[in-house]
């Protein structure tokens, strides 16, 4: 079974950017279809992006969308989301997540997580 790993959370000014990073153990990442996810306190988890097992397709959630981009490599078994003008509206713990249907955003839908990274944006 796969096991996820988040890195590259971190505090950053409003504006600037970073690039989050899914390690996956195991020989099945390219299988799985990968998405981004986000908890604010107080606050439900909210689906950021998606992407398909070739990495030829992706989505996104409107408040994100310009800003972010998901990829993935399935030679390193990793999937990222660079994150450009980030704004505070943006602090959360993000979370990868692997599923099996694409276009979902539907945390449900998803049957693996890693254990989230925090980022935190200051003004």
């Known amino acids: 079974q796969v096991q996820l790993v988040e890195s590259g959370g971190g505090l950053v000014q409003a504006g600037g950017s970073l690039r989050l990073s899914c390690a996956a153990s195991?020989?099945?990442?390219?299988?799985?279809?990968m998405g981004w996810f986000r908890q604010a306190p107080g606050k439900e988890r909210e689906f950021v992006a998606g992407?398909?097992?070739?990495?030829?397709?992706?989505w996104y959630a409107d408040l994100v969308k310009g800003r972010f981009t998901i990829s993935r490599d399935n030679a390193k078994n990793t999937v990222y989301l660079l994150m450009n003008s980030l704004k505070r509206e943006d602090t959360a713990v993000y979370y990868c997540?692997?599923?099996?249907?694409?276009?979902?955003?539907?945390?449900?839908?998803?049957?693996?997580w890693g254990q989230g990274t925090q980022v935190t944006v200051s003004s």
């Open positions: 997540a692997a599923g099996s249907t694409v276009l979902n955003r539907n945390p449900a839908a998803y049957s693996l």
């Open positions: 195991g020989r099945t990442f390219s299988s799985y279809v």
């Open positions: 992407i398909n097992r070739s990495g030829g397709s992706t």
